[in-house]
């Protein structure tokens, strides 16, 4: 085993985060029992923002995170808490007369924002196929497909491949494209792609056409030929519909997630082929975070704006995906290096994000490492999904890991 690691109880401090603060936090804290589901936000002093709409991604990131959950441990209060996410998901979410879903509702259940943003889309079917993974009940099997095929109907650019940010409530172009009011307003993005990535990988999981192996495989060798510069190992961020990149910008916690799902996506498809050109892609991507965007602390930084400026606060979820990333590239590297900057990950985790306090992770500490408490603790966009994510990731890479030691 590599010197100064202890594996065993990194371990055992990542499973009773997953369990004890995080899921225990959303099982104790989220649940609205006045208007049903789930609260729309709460700030960091856990205060509900009352009158807060309830946002698509929030609740599909929650059917996943208790899905993931129920399949791993198999706790009846997880699958309740999935339950009650994808009952709410069909049931005021879903947009009857035109297909899809919503991208806000009121606590009322009545629609505020009823655009068609891909992203969402795509959360919903990667919470579906999680849905479907856990409990073995198919049912919601065909609303997933749906999803999928007004994706490829509407949203897929068949000229020059990808899809496009977002549609109107009725899936016709729309102005309104960004995520959110600091992405820019372009017709394709990084984001949305590397989550359709995410979703399709999910969905072929439990369901294997020859269309959507098509459309994985397409996805993949877009990620390597058009979104990824393989000179510097970074994503580029938002393109018009040619692929003509319009930011120069870096993102290292999107560059060490993508490093990881990219690879996910083409061991799912079991290209071999592939797969080859992703590890290249992937390691790449790894190294670049490491050696560019990673604080003496062990942290990743947020961004590298195109002027230079370096955005050195650190948030949750490129903490979280920087464990998994790194120790993705232990994996399929066996290189050392990589392993311990995994763990430096966690303990900087363990150290700063971890809300101590009033539970579940802060959304952002400074580079002093005291928490913005102007944050979010739950919204729109503060869900339990990277860090959920992240843990189960990390138990799954670490028992492996622990067993091939154990072998030696």
Known sequence: MSENLNLPGWLEEVESELKNNILGFWKARTIDNTNGGFIGAMNADGEIEEGADKSLVLNARILWTFAAAYRKYGQEEDLYMAERALEQLEAYFVDNEFGGFYWMIHPDGTPSEDKKQVYGQAFVIYALAEYIRATDNH????????????????????????YVEALSREWSETDDLSLSGKDLNERKSMNTHLHVLEAYTNLYRIWKPEGLRLKLKELIEVHLKLILNMESGHFKLFFDDEWNSQSTDVSYGHDIEGSWLLWEAAEVLGDRELLNQVRSAALKMAVATLEEGTDEDGAIYNELHADGRLDDSKDWWPQAEAMVGYLNAYQISEETRYLHAAQRSWNFIRDYIVDRTGGEWHWQVFRSGEPNLSQQKVGAWKCPYHNSRACLEAIERLESITRSYSQV
């Open 139 to 162: 049912e919601p099997l065909q609303l997933a497909e749906e999803i999928y095929r007004l994706l490829e109907r509407y949203a897929y650019d068949p000229v020059h491949t990808g």
